[in-house]
Nanobody, 126 residues
Framework: QFQPVESGGGLVQSGGSLRLSCEAP????????IGWFRQAPGKEREGVSC????????NYADSVKGRFTISRDNNGRTVNLQMNSLEPEDTAVYFC???????????????????WGQGTQVTVSS
């Protein structure tokens, strides 16, 4: 079964960087749109970034534009989220989500995704 798995979370100081990765063991991600979401304590889950399966179109939340970059590895098995200039406000559990999709526009809302990972903690200290 297609099951996203996140890795790469951790503790970093403000201004630092982390790279999150999303894989689905046994599956290629080529035919799946992939989204990254995050949820901080006491807050609702919010979309961070997403990438389409076709053409690799991307979308970013305003709060992370210019700091985060989503990309697909050439091997087709990993989607990465490079996070630079991290701020304490970025502290959250980050989730990878996937949906089988051949459209060029990546889904932006959580409800459009059918498969979710367990999440990885990102903590940014001030």
């Amino acid at each position: 079964q297609f099951q996203p798995v996140e890795s790469g979370g951790g503790l970093v100081q403000s201004g630092g960087s982390l790279r999150l990765s999303c894989e689905a063991p046994g599956f290629t991600l080529d035919y799946y749109a992939i989204g990254w979401f995050r949820q901080a304590p006491g807050k609702e889950r919010e979309g961070v970034s997403c990438v389409s399966s076709t053409e690799g179109f991307t979308n970013y939340a305003d709060s992370v534009k210019g700091r985060f970059t989503i990309s697909r590895d050439n091997n087709g098995r990993t989607v990465n989220l490079q996070m630079n200039s991290l701020e304490p406000e970025d502290t959250a559990v980050y989730f990878c989500a996937g949906v089988y999709s051949r459209t060029t526009s990546p889904p932006k809302s959580a409800g459009e995704y059918t498969h979710w990972g367990q999440g990885t903690q990102v903590t940014v200290s001030s």
